[in-house]
Structure formats: structure tokens, C-alpha cells
Nanobody
């Protein structure tokens, strides 16, 4: 079992930055490929970014490429998402998730563990 707890969400103006964290407990984070997902009101949960077990490769949704950076510190059992140049359309609840599968094929279906999410609101 892995417990995931997100933090770092909040209200920010368009063009601003936030850094989300996801603290893991229960098992070593390096066992899993990790990802960030988000869900806006009235929309389905969507993939944002993924990272391999040792952080050697990262993957991004086209909508965040060049603005968001996923990273991990396995020694601290923590996953991060640095979000820059935020837009109102980035407003959503952001979830971290762990997968026994591959980071390159990560999707909302098939993740093994989920956090409860942290709300990011970007004002225009």
C-alpha cells in the first residue's frame, strides 16, 4: 500500500507559478512510475505529466509542455510539479498517482494509487 498526499495548491494570478508536492508513505516511491493528473469542474480527469522510476524520462500533455516540470526525489519519497506561466484553463484539482506500469503509457485508467488532490485556481 502507498499513501499519497498532495500539497501546494492555491489561488494564483494568470502568469504566476506554483509548485505542487506529493508525499508518499507506506512503500518506497522508487518502486513506481509517478504521474500528475487534473480534473476541472465538469470535465474528466486528464493526464498532465509522468516520470519514470528513477526520473530518467518525463512525459507531458501538450497543453502543459514547456510550462510544467515534473520531478521526483526518491530519497525524500516525494514527487513534484513545478507549474509556470499558469493560465485560467489550468484551474483544476491536481492529483498525484502511482503506477506499477510504464510512465510512457500512463493514463488515468490503470493507476494503482491516488492521492486526494489539491485545488489550483488561476484567476485571469
Amino acid at each position: 500500500q502507498v499513501q499519497l498526499v498532495e500539497s501546494g495548491g492555491g489561488l494564483v494570478q494568470a502568469g504566476g507559478s506554483l509548485r505542487l508536492s506529493c508525499a508518499a508513505s507506506g512503500r518506497t516511491l522508487s518502486t513506481y512510475a509517478m504521474g500528475w493528473f487534473r480534473q476541472a469542474p465538469g470535465k474528466e480527469r486528464e493526464f498532465v505529466a509522468a516520470i519514470t522510476r528513477i526520473g530518467s524520462s518525463t512525459y507531458y500533455a501538450d497543453s502543459v509542455k514547456g510550462r510544467f516540470t515534473i520531478s521526483r526525489d526518491n530519497a525524500k519519497n516525494t514527487l513534484y510539479l513545478q507549474m509556470n506561466s499558469l493560465k485560467p484553463e489550468d484551474t483544476a484539482v491536481y492529483y498525484c498517482a502511482a503506477s506499477r506500469g510504464a510512465a510512457g503509457t500512463m493514463g488515468a485508467v490503470g493507476m494503482d494509487y491516488w492521492g486526494k488532490g489539491t485545488l489550483v485556481t488561476v484567476s485571469s
